[in-house]
Every structure is written in C-alpha cells, then in structure tokens.
C-alpha cells in the first residue's frame, strides 16, 4: 500500500481555486439553462476590490451581484462570504448581493437578502439587507424571474 503525501499549502491553493473556477464555469451554466442569461466569469475581481460579483450578467436588468463559494465541508453561509457580496452589490441601484454557495456532496445553496423577496412579491424595492433567506438554486432562479418581470412591467406602467 502507497502512503499518500501530505499535500504543501501552495498545492492547496491550486486545488481550491480550480475548484472555484470549476463551480463558476458550472452555477454560469446552470444560470443560462434556467434563465436563457449568458454570465462570465469575472477575472478582474481578483484585482480589483468590489468588481461586480464572480459571475457578470450579459443582462443589464439582472438583479443580483453573485458571489460563489465552493468548499469541502461546513454549515450554512461560509463565513464572511455575505458580507462580500454586499460589497459587490449596489442595492439603491437595484443589484441585491446574493451568495451561491456549496459543500461537497450536496446541493448549491442561495443566500439573498428577504428584501428581493418582497420586491418579486410585491415589486417595491427595499434596501433593507440585513434579513437573509437560504434557498435553493431553482427558487433563486424564479425568484430573478419574477423580479425581472416586476421591473419590466413597472417600466411598462
């Protein structure tokens, strides 16, 4: 039997960032099979602080600033990760921070803020972000839905 080697902080930090890359490649895939929106990953992020998001819409009516974190293990929201895609956000300017998020072994996960909640509901915007809702990816997809469609029949209005 091979004794496997421990693995050097600089191989870790290869794994996690191809491990990153791969679930961006793999939530902007998602996205457009369930939304018909082309995103991109976001390479200037890396250089610049409060870039957008990991992932940028091609629709400039698309209401979140996405934020994506892939990890082995853990509970909930990874730590911190909120109040990065709060950073990437511009609520006043209709751009809710949301934080997609998954663990080995199971399903993505999508932190928003309930204001984007009421405003697919009721379609007033509030900037009010501190009140947090873990949802699954399909009803993230229809909650953009419907926020998109708000807007667009108030813009109508």
């Known amino acids: 039997m091979r004794k496997q080697m421990a693995r050097t902080p600089s191989q870790i930090g290869k794994l996690a960032k191809k491990r990153g890359s791969e679930y961006e490649l793999e939530i902007a895939k998602n996205l457009f099979l369930e939304l018909g929106i082309q995103f991109k990953r976001n390479l200037e992020q890396t250089r610049t602080a409060n870039a957008g998001g990991d992932l940028l819409s091609t629709d400039e009516d698309f209401p979140f600033a996405l934020e994506l974190k892939r990890r082995r293990d853990g509970n909930m929201i990874p730590s911190g990760a909120w109040e990065q895609s709060i950073q990437s956000s511009d609520v006043k300017a209709g751009i809710y921070p949301a934080v997609f998020y998954r663990y080995d072994h199971r399903d993505t996960r999508c932190v928003v803020p309930w204001s984007s909640i009421a405003e697919a509901e009721t379609g007033i915007n509030s900037e009010n972000i501190l009140d947090k809702a873990d949802i699954s990816f399909l009803k993230f ?17």
Do not use: S, T, V, W
């Open 141 to 157: 997809c229809k909650l953009a839905r419907e926020i998109m469609a708000q807007r667009a029949d108030g813009a109508n209005n």
